[in-house]
């Protein structure tokens, strides 16, 4: 039997159908009983739906040159 920690490694796995076969089997035995995970698992679901459907935003010729900066700096 999975853990609750298991599942909360795998969730991203399990949400993108990269799990098969047994272990697919154990996740979603899991899911059945713990209430707590299945929640957990929407959660991750409804986030990681809500990131894609963001715009990705574009960063100026300026400001990369200013994070690289500070980046450059804060190694020093």
């Not at 920690?5 to 035995?29: P, T």
Request: charged share 30%; hydrophobic share 40%.
């Amino acid at each position: 039997m999975l853990k609750c920690r298991d599942v909360a490694h795998q969730a991203s796995d399990y949400i993108d159908n990269n799990m098969r076969g047994w272990e697919l089997f154990r996740f979603r035995l899991h899911l059945f009983i713990c209430f707590y995970c299945r929640r957990f698992v929407r959660h991750v679901r409804i986030t990681r739906d809500f990131v894609r459907s963001r715009p990705v935003p574009k960063a100026s010729s300026a400001e990369i040159e200013t994070v690289m900066k500070v980046v450059q700096q804060t190694r020093d």
